[in-house]
């Protein structure tokens, strides 16, 4: 003689929902993951690209950030930055220094009138769309490019360098900083309306 002990239907419902429940999870945290690199993305542009770190000229390192994500479930891994785009030039060397070097001629860096208010280049062809620009020889520093002003007069507009040292201005990493405890929440969030929803 045997007693048969069997499953109530309402145990078995809750054995089906805690056998879902890794699945429900994962879920959670790839939606919380998409959720939270654009949210990051978007502190990094407020916090650093906004005269925090770095003063916004153009706009388009700010228009290149952007969160993605890689892999699924438990296994996904969210990436900010910049991989294509105008900026991607130099967001690396914006955020990490570096020096660039001309292997032939020479980088015309823009000074004095060449440059507006903000900072950004007046003359953005470069020298060659500066009408009557005379070459200036110094022996051991950099030539300059003016333009004469009548009087024995000059106006410098630009240095012509055989490399320029950009310092590094940490500008991802800084905003990635301060993104840090809302990519948490926006993360845990997510996971937490799954729980509640079990």
Avoid at 14 to 26: Q, Y
Avoid at 54 to 65: C, E, H, I, N, Y
Avoid at 106 to 130: D, S
């Amino acid at each position: 003689m045997q007693v048969s002990i069997e499953l109530t239907a309402a145990t078995k419902q809750e054995i089906e929902r805690l056998e879902a429940m890794p699945a429900r999870l994962a879920q959670g945290v790839e939606t919380g993951m998409r959720r939270a690199v654009n949210v990051a993305a978007g502190i990094v542009v407020k916090r650093s690209l906004s005269g925090g770190v770095l003063k916004r000229r153009t706009g388009a390192l700010a228009r290149s950030v952007k969160g993605r994500t890689e892999g699924s479930g438990f296994n996904i891994v969210g990436l900010v930055g910049v991989t294509k785009g105008p900026a991607a030039r130099y967001a690396a060397i914006l955020q990490d220094g570096g020096v660039i070097r001309m292997k032939s001629k020479r980088l015309a860096i823009p000074v004095g009138a060449a440059l507006t208010p903000t900072g950004r280049p007046r003359y953005p062809g470069g020298p060659r769309t500066v009408p009557g620009l005379v070459l200036i020889k110094r022996p051991g520093r950099a030539p300059l490019l003016a333009r004469p002003l009548g009087g024995g007069q000059i106006e410098v507009l630009f240095v012509l360098k055989t490399s320029v040292r950009i310092p590094g201005y940490h500008w991802l990493s800084k905003g990635m900083e301060a993104a840090v405890e809302l990519v948490t929440r926006t993360i845990q969030g997510s996971v937490d309306a799954v729980l509640e929803a079990a």
